[in-house]
């Protein structure tokens, strides 16, 4: 833990205006001359508190991110504080990122992108989501965030408490209709972690939405140390950093990380596995696919392993049988026999479920799961991909990942021979 703690946090409320830089950028340069903050507060603004959720113009408006981040350096510079809110990133791709920027004297000291993206709110259109749940570094300790949705998934929170931050910050413009969500789920976040949480909300009207301001600190017994209204305005709390040591004194439940199960349940029946994901459905989650046979398992599946689950909410991969390895690639195939394979892939933490096939082709299996995105290597057109067909029929859609290791488990068993 770090002796040198932020002697105070707070929080600048306002009505963000949409796509309007100038006059929020104004707004914030006044609200901080008002508030006069203590040398070393950490301050933390509204989501995307410089222009908004202005769809029509992400693209124009992510190319303003650097000039922004300057500017809150230069603010934080000049009165010797921590800033923290969210901006439009770009992400190098069409879409930008949603990026939780932490700025101190010195400039901009990490960020952190937004992992869920709210589809009520259609921003999976418009912006690209995160990944990751590193700490952010300071002078006066580790700190964790989180923006606006992703409030509602404990586990970035309790990731970055894990790793040893010890205040939470949320940047957010969360609505009025849904304002008891938001209270409760800091003091939540607050509790359940046992850390200080500074989040700060927008307040006002934007388009059809009345957002709900109640910006909070609060210390991590879960006392709420300020809260505002639903009016534009400042609130601060010096942070005693003894409040954090009595509350993990007795007990630190954030400390306790045990394994949840046995990762050979993963392996499963096809008629488990249909049961299984009918329950995801019922709670909208998005299916992904894939399949191989995964002989020698290394660097270049694992990757692409993982580009599968982040097409998606949950992972089910395919994999052939012993006879099926045999008939696509001979007799010495494969290497490690179905069980050993299977396993091996179930302890890897992006795969929900594997099923043994014992056909040449995973065709009946795909038919069977209709997943939501079926996916396959860049290698192989779209045309020739099993399955695609029926998978988009069914309004899923087909995704093909190049493989970002050129490596091979035909160029393993290779070396392997060399080296005898």
């Known amino acids: 833990m770090n002796d040198s703690f932020f002697p105070a946090a707070a929080v600048i409320q306002f009505k963000v205006v949409q796509g309007n830089i100038e006059d929020n950028v104004s707004r914030l340069h006044g609200m901080l001359a008002k508030l006069q903050p203590e040398n070393g507060t950490m301050i933390v603004l509204p989501e995307l508190w410089a222009h908004g959720f202005d769809y029509r113009h992400t693209g124009t408006l992510a190319k303003r991110y650097d000039y922004l981040v300057g500017l809150l350096s230069e603010a934080a510079a000049r009165y010797d504080v921590y800033l923290a809110g969210s901006l439009l990133e770009p992400s190098g791709f069409a879409e930008p990122y949603n990026t939780l920027c932490v700025v101190g ?10 992992q869920h993206l709210f589809s009520y709110w259609r921003e999976g259109e418009f912006f690209i989501p995160g990944d990751g749940y590193e700490p952010i570094n300071t002078l006066h300790g580790l700190v964790g965030g989180v923006v606006c949705y992703d ?30 969500h938001w209270t409760t789920l800091l003091r939540a976040r607050a509790i359940e972690n046992q850390v200080f949480v500074v989040a700060c909300n927008s ?31 400042f609130g601060r709390s010096p942070l005693i950093r003894d409040s954090l040591d009595k509350a993990r004194l007795n007990f630190c439940s954030v400390g306790e990380c045990r394994y949840p199960g046995d990762d050979q349940d993963k392996v499963v029946t096809l008629e488990r596995a249909l049961g ?26 694992v990757e692409y392993l993982e580009e599968a689950r982040k097409s998606g909410d949950f992972l089910v991969v395919g994999i052939n049988s012993d006879r099926s390895v045999r008939e696509l690639k001979g007799d010495c195939r494969p290497v490690n026999p179905e069980e050993q394979r299977a396993r091996v892939l179930a302890a890897l933490g ?3 479920l594997v099923i043994i096939f014992d056909e040449e082709t995973p065709h009946s299996l795909i038919t069977a799961i209709l997943p939501d995105v079926l996916v396959k290597g860049a290698d192989w057109p779209e045309d020739q991909i099993v399955g695609g067909l029926e998978v988009k029929a069914n309004g899923g859609e087909v995704l093909r990942i190049p493989f970002a290791s050129q490596v091979s488990t035909t160029k393993v068993i290779d070396k392997i021979k060399q080296k005898r």
């Open 151 to 180: 409030l509602r998934f404990p586990v970035i929170a309790r990731e970055q408490v894990f790793r040893g931050s010890e205040l939470l910050i949320v940047s957010a413009q969360w609505p009025l209709s849904r304002l008891n």
């Open 105 to 114: 004297p010195d400039g901009l000291l990490g960020r952190y992108r937004k």
């Open 276 to 301: 299984v994901l009918a329950d995801i459905r019922k709670q909208r989650g998005k299916v992904a696919f894939t399949n191989g046979c995964f002989d020698i398992l290394h660097a270049g599946h």
């Open 203 to 233: 307040c006002g009207v934007s388009g059809d939405t009345e957002f709900g301001g109640h910006s909070m600190v609060i210390g991590p017994d879960g006392t709420v140390l300020v809260e505002l209204s639903e009016d534009e305005g």
């Open 350 to 352: 992006c795969i929900d």
